[in-house]
């Protein structure tokens, strides 16, 4: 079972604060990744990390910003939030480099965001 | 940039019968994954392929890497209420970004008992 941790599981929250998504991994992994999907529907790409201090934006346009000071922290961040960042944020890590073609990614069980 | 097309989106399946969904994309990948996700969690590793034309077994779960590396099935035996979910499939290219999975849009199974 991966060791990868996200807190909180659920917030509500109003419009204009600033909130962060912690995000936690134990098993020591280079890569990770924070994922923005809306229920049932399909994983987008938004932030994702290949190391302390390296941090690149995915395939999906985010407000939020992301920090990796610590190889087993990558927490993100919106400024101000607002209604259309409702959604779940998954984050995920990978021991992978970008040659071995061993991929897999372990995720978190995800943080559900409502902003009112 | 890449794609992957998956498929079905959705399936209303009978207990006891058997599942196929499978993933097609427009180029080359070196690795092919299946996760499950049940409502509210994150997805979960089933299965993972490594090598193209290689089949492997997960319980009832079967999962095969396409010989032209650009396709991908997997199958669900005797379906059981538990099976319900989305089902995503995951590739992962060569290099750069490419190095990052592409998940597919994902099936969406529901069992009746």
């Known amino acids: 079972e991966a060791d990868i941790y996200q807190t909180p599981r659920y917030l509500v929250i109003g419009t204009g604060k600033k909130i962060t998504l912690e995000c936690s991994q134990t098993m020591g992994h280079d890569k990770m990744y924070w994922y923005q999907q809306d229920p049932g529907m399909e994983l987008h790409l938004i932030h994702y990390s290949y190391g302390v201090n390296s941090t690149e934006k995915g395939d999906l346009s985010s407000e939020s910003t992301v920090s990796r000071i610590r190889t087993e922290h990558f927490p993100l961040t919106l400024e101000s939030a607002r209604p259309s960042h409702t959604s779940q944020y998954l984050c995920?890590?990978?021991?992978?480099?970008?040659?071995?073609?061993?991929?897999?990614?372990?995720f978190g069980e995800g943080s559900r965001l409502t902003v009112l | 940039g890449q794609q992957l097309n998956q498929s079905p989106q959705s399936m209303f399946i009978q207990e006891g019968e058997d599942v196929s969904m499978n993933c097609t994309s427009s180029s080359i990948f070196n690795t092919w994954l299946w996760y499950k996700q049940d409502p509210g969690e994150g997805p979960v590793l089933l299965i993972a392929l490594y090598k193209a034309g290689e089949l492997t077994s997960n319980g009832r779960l079967t999962a095969q890497f396409g010989i032209t590396r650009k396709d991908s099935f997997l199958n669900i035996s005797a379906s059981i209420p538990s099976d319900v979910g989305i089902y995503f499939c995951a590739g992962q290219g060569y290099g750069g970004s490419q190095g990052n999975l592409i998940f597919g849009k994902g099936t969406k199974l529901s069992v009746k008992p």
């Open positions: 995920a890590s990978s021991a992978s480099t970008l040659w071995e073609g061993r991929g897999e990614l372990f």
